[in-house]
C-alpha cells in the first residue's frame, strides 16, 4: 500500500471505513457542482462501490487524505484518451488551509515517479477559481475547452483542460529523483 507524508498530511489508498466521510463530504453540493464524475443524489453505498472499484487498482493512484480525520480525496487516473488526469475534492470544512495544494503536489510527484509519466492532464471548470488556482501552483497549462455533463447542476459546463509536462514540474518543485512527498 503507498502511503504518501506531507508537512501536514497524510495520504493513503481509500478504505471502508472512509466511506462515511466520503458520503457526508459528497452530499454537499457545493463540492460536487465542481465535480463530473460524482452521482447525485449521494449514497453511502455510492462510495463503498468507489473503494471497492478503485481502492486497491495498480493503474491508477487513488488516495483519501488525512489530518486527524478524513478530508478529501486526490486521484491520477488513465482517461479514456490514455493520458493520466488528476482529479480531487475537499470536504467544505478542509477549504482554504491550502490542504489540496500540498496533497495534490504530493500525488503528482509520486505518479510521475510510480507510472514514469512524461505529463499528467487536469482540468477545472471554468468558474472554478479556488481548483484553477491549485493547478496553476503546481505548473499545469492550459491545453485547450471541454464541456462536462454536471450531475448536481444538471447541465452542461465550460471546463478548463490542462497539462502539466514532468519537466516543469521539475523546474517549480525540482528534480523528482531528490524530491521528498512535499
Ligand atoms: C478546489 C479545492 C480542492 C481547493 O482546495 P483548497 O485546499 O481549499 O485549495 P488551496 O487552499 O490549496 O488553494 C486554493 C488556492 O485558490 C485560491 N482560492 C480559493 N478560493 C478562491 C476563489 N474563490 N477565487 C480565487 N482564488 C481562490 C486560494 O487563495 C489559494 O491560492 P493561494 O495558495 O495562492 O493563496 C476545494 O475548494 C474543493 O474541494 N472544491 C470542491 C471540489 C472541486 O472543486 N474539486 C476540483 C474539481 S476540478
Redesign the pocket.
Known sequence: MDILVTRRLTLRPPLEVDAEAITAGLQNPN?TR??TRVPSPYYEGDALAWIKQNGSRSDAAFFSIYREKFL?AVSIVPAEDGAMDL????DQS?????????AARAVTSHAFRKFGLDEITS???ED????M??LI?LGFEPTGDAIHSNPTRGCDVKCNRMVLPRSRFEQIFGSLDSNVAA
Open positions: 463540492v465542481m465535480l478529501g482529479g480531487y475534492w475537499l478542509a477549504w482554504g488551509q491550502g490542504f489540496m495544494s500540498e482540468g477545472a471548470y472554478n477559481r479556488a481548483s488556482a491549485v501552483k
